[in-house]
């Protein structure tokens, strides 16, 4: 951990849903990061002053949750001090292999394949790991949480909640989107996911911990850390 960052507490904040695609805060608080968290529960920082570090038990697994073009694979390039897996690297390296006029429909089962294959090696291997989720598949989270909980380590959740409008900038941005049909599936998912663990908390939804955050608190963000 940095030795500038101080360790404070930030106390956990239950999620109000909303009407919409993406509920306000809580509660506003000044802007700024505040330092260090080892999250526990549920902890709803949108709007609110954002960690410098996220902290987990060394050797525990963290899911990145949120729509695509959100800012998952850069949150999770920029911060994760532990090895990544990410459904975008599989992709882009069918994409640099393939021909560039090829539909990704076409080749998309391979992918899938080939980025599952790494996730399942990666989760074997054991230790530390960060991993992307598209969101819209629950078995790959149920797997995911039993897998962890058979090698006796936990699970956790980093939502990254950006709005629909902001994903669609991100995607647009990076020159790639997904489809009207694909994004819907995808707010779907992601508001029935936030919804649950502002009603249930994160256990019901197969974490021991989960975390929200806006863009601007994960702009704050500088490092996610597994420690003893």
């Given at each position: 951990m940095r030795d500038s960052a101080r360790t404070v507490h930030v106390q956990d904040i239950p999620t109000t849903p909303a009407q919409g695609d993406r509920p306000g805060p809580a509660c506003a608080g000044p802007a700024g990061p505040v330092g260090a968290l080892r999250p526990s529960g549920l902890h709803d920082l949108r709007g609110r002053p954002a960690p410098?570090?996220?902290?987990?038990?060394?050797?525990?697994?963290?899911?990145v949750s949120g729509l695509p073009g959100g800012g998952k694979s850069t949150l999770m390039r920029r911060c994760a001090r532990a090895p990544i897996i990410d459904s975008q690297h599989s992709r882009l390296l069918f994409e640099h292999r393939l021909p560039r006029l090829l539909p990704y429909a076409l080749y998309r089962p391979l992918v899938r394949v080939f980025h599952y294959r790494r996730l399942r090696r990666a989760l074997a291997g054991g230790g530390p790991l960060v991993v992307h989720d598209c969101g819209t598949l629950p078995w790959v989270r149920t797997w995911l949480s039993r897998t962890a909980a058979r090698q006796g380590r936990a699970l956790h959740l980093i939502l990254l909640d950006a709005s629909p409008a902001e994903a669609a900038a991100g995607q647009r941005a990076r020159g790639r989107r997904v489809s009207t049909y694909a994004f819907a599936r995808h707010r779907r998912a992601t508001a029935a996911l936030r919804t649950r663990l502002g009603t249930a908390g994160p256990t019901t939804a197969g974490f021991a911990t989960a975390v929200l955050l806006d863009r601007p608190a994960a702009r704050d963000l500088q490092d996610i850390e597994f420690t003893d």
């Open positions: 410098v570090v996220l902290g987990y038990p060394a050797g525990d697994l963290v899911v």
